[in-house]
């Protein structure tokens, strides 16, 4: 893979692995978890640049996220 794939791929698992199933839970709606999402990467060492440069890649694991919890209760109706 090019170093670039790569650096983005470092980029998601990073989204990923700040957003917690409390997070999903607790939001409202998916933009509420987008906002509280970004306000936690911003605190990271790279998170400004992460949150101000990759903000569409965040809202689509935000996204991804939402759909994979909620949708165990949707199936269960």
């Known amino acids: 893979m090019s170093k670039y794939k790569?650096?983005?791929m470092d980029i998601e698992d990073t989204i990923v692995n700040n957003i917690t199933v409390n997070m999903v839970s607790e939001s409202e709606n998916v933009t509420?978890?987008?906002d509280i999402a970004c306000n936690k990467i911003k605190k990271l060492g790279n998170g400004q640049f992460i949150v101000g440069?990759?903000?569409?890649?965040?809202?689509?694991v935000c996204h991804w996220?939402?759909?994979?919890?909620?949708?165990?209760y949707r199936?269960?109706?």
Do not use: G, V
């Open 53 to 60: 440069a990759y903000d569409d890649m965040i809202r689509d």
């Open 6 to 8: 790569n650096f983005l």
């Open 65 to 72: 996220a939402w759909e994979e919890y909620w949708s165990q």
């Open 32 to 34: 509420e978890l987008f």
């Open 75 to 77: 199936e269960s109706c």
